[in-house]
């Protein structure tokens, strides 16, 4: 499986793709950090970020996009430009057809140095280990996108299939509940035919029974 990582930014926005799984040792494909200058409009910026995405989905054909979930910080103007960047991201990644995870910065730290808590140069050190490169990956911007590849790599999987099992729990669970409702129903209408049935016949008897009271009675008159 082949995943592009997003370190999503505006004057920094970090690129990497590796290739990998379960059991699968890991591949760097490739990475880099996007710079956008602080001088040029919002919209400038984000179309300098979105060509960007758009050439490394059509060269490197990733299976997955990950792009890390954005938090509110106490620098709100920061977090919308991350913010931003990211959704640039998952919205190109949508118009090539190539799946979508956002991940939290501590379910990557977890995934790659198994602490949450890990520092950036934990995470790097990690990085640099894991992908057998000579030299860590520069900026921190880089391997904080190349540690969100990995992270999907190894809980992607894991996600999907819980949501797989999920989904399918539900759907057996509907089609119990419908098989109920539809055994509640015949059960309904056996019912409902059977008291037909019995009202018919109780009409039957009393109409016999009339019959017979009125031929006594004339055979009384006839004496």
């Known amino acids: 499986m082949r995943v592009l990582g997003v370190d999503p930014g505006l004057t920094r926005c970090g690129i990497g793709v590796v290739e990998g799984g379960p059991g699968v040792p890991l591949r760097l494909i490739g990475s880099t950090v996007v710079t956008t200058p602080a001088s040029a409009d919002i919209g400038s910026?984000?179309?300098?970020l979105h060509e960007?995405?758009?050439?490394?989905?059509?060269?490197?054909?990733?299976?997955?996009?990950?792009?890390e979930r954005v938090f509110s910080q106490h620098n709100v103007r920061t977090v919308m430009g991350t913010a931003q960047a990211g959704a640039v991201a998952i919205v190109?990644?949508?118009r090539f057809g190539v799946?979508?995870?956002?991940?939290?910065?501590s379910e990557v730290k977890a995934?790659?140095?198994g602490s949450g808590r890990a520092d950036k140069a934990q995470v790097t050190h990690m990085v640099t280990r894991l992908l057998r490169m000579t030299d860590p990956p520069r900026p921190a911007d880089a391997a904080d996108a190349l540690a969100l590849a990995i992270c999907h790599l190894w809980r992607g999987g894991a996600q999907a299939r819980l949501a797989a099992a999920s989904t399918a729990a539900a759907g057996a669970a509907a089609a119990g509940m419908a098989a109920a409702d539809a055994g509640a129903a015949g059960m309904a209408a056996?019912?409902?035919g059977a008291a037909g049935s019995a009202a018919a016949s109780n009409a039957a008897a009393s109409k016999a029974a009339a019959g017979a009271a009125e031929r006594a009675a004339q055979a009384g008159g006839v004496r």
Do not use: K, N, S
Not at 45 to 48: G, S
Not at 56 to 67: G, I, N, Q, S, T
Not at 99 to 105: D, G, I, M, Q
């Open 111 to 113: 995934a790659v140095t």
């Open 45 to 48: 910026r984000l179309l300098i």
């Open 52 to 67: 960007q995405f758009d050439e490394w989905l059509r060269r490197y054909e990733p299976d997955a996009v990950a792009v």
């Open 190 to 192: 056996a019912g409902a």
């Open 99 to 105: 799946l979508v995870a956002l991940h939290t910065p």
């Open 92 to 94: 190109c990644a949508a």
